[in-house]
């Protein structure tokens, strides 16, 4: 599956922006999604997750209650809704898909996304 993310963008802190990835192929429904981030200087980590129906998700704990992560299976395509936004949000954000269960850990996620940049400044 071939991952394409896009959305990204400057916002001011306290905004909200959406980013999409949009996936080509016909399996995109059987994968499941994660969004990750990567800040200068920093590794990168994991943000939200979604189960290839969406019925489960998962949050890392600085975005929690701020961003929302869901998928449409019949555009082939995940979103991370995101709001409240504060600087330390900045990063490349990128998509990826696993065939593994809803896990936090990159290694378990098989194709990835060219990432979108999101920055959060005044």
Known sequence: VQLQA??????????SLRLSCAASGR?????????FRQAPGKERE??????????STSYADPVKGRFTISRDNAKNTVYLQMSSLKP????VYYCAASTMGLVRHQNAYDYWGQGTLVTVSS
């Open 6 to 15: 896009y959305g990204g963008g400057l916002v001011r802190p306290g905004g």
């Open 46 to 55: 994991f943000v939200a997750g979604i189960s290839w129906s969406g019925g």
């Open 27 to 35: 399996t995109f429904r059987s994968y499941v999604m994660g969004w």
């Open 88 to 91: 330390e949000d900045t990063a």
